[in-house]
C-alpha cells in the first residue's frame, strides 16, 4: 500500500507559477512511477506528467507541456510538479498517482492522493 499526500494548492493570478509537493509513505517509493491527474469542476479526470522510478523518463500532456516540470526526490519519497506560466484553464483539483508502470491513463494508477486545489484567476 502507498499514501500520497498533496500539498502546494492555492490561488495565483495567470502567469503565475505554483509548485506542488506530493510525500509518499507506505511501500518503496523508489519503485514506483508517478504522476499528476488534474480534475476541473464538471470535467473527467485528465493526465497531466509523469515520471518513471529513477526519473529518467517524463511524460506530459500536450496541455501543460512546456509549462508544467514534473520531477522526484526519492531520497524524499517526495514528488513535485512546478507549473509556470499558469492559464485560468488550470485551474483544476491536482492529483497525485502512483503506478506499477509508467502512465498516462487514469485507468494505469494503483494508488491516489486526496487531490490539492489550484485556481488560476485572471
Known amino acids: 500500500q502507498v499514501q500520497l499526500v498533496e500539498s502546494g494548492g492555492g490561488l495565483v493570478q495567470a502567469g503565475g507559477s505554483l509548485r506542488l509537493s506530493c510525500a509518499a509513505s507506505?511501500?518503496?517509493?523508489?519503485?514506483?512511477?508517478m504522476g499528476w491527474f488534474r480534475q476541473a469542476p464538471g470535467k473527467e479526470r485528465e493526465f497531466a506528467a509523469s515520471?518513471?522510478?529513477?526519473?529518467?523518463?517524463?511524460y506530459y500532456a500536450s496541455s501543460v507541456k512546456g509549462r508544467f516540470t514534473i520531477s522526484r526526490d526519492n531520497a524524499k519519497n517526495t514528488v513535485y510538479l512546478q507549473m509556470n506560466s499558469l492559464k485560468p484553464e488550470d485551474t483544476a483539483v491536482y492529483y497525485c498517482?502512483?503506478?506499477?508502470?509508467?502512465?498516462?491513463?487514469?485507468?494505469?494508477?494503483?494508488?491516489w492522493g486526496q487531490g490539492t486545489q489550484v485556481t488560476v484567476s485572471s
Open positions: 498517482a502512483a503506478g506499477r508502470a509508467l502512465f498516462t491513463s487514469a485507468t494505469q494508477v494503483d494508488y
Open positions: 507506505g511501500r518503496t517509493f523508489s519503485n514506483f512511477p
Open positions: 515520471i518513471s522510478w529513477r526519473g529518467e523518463y517524463t
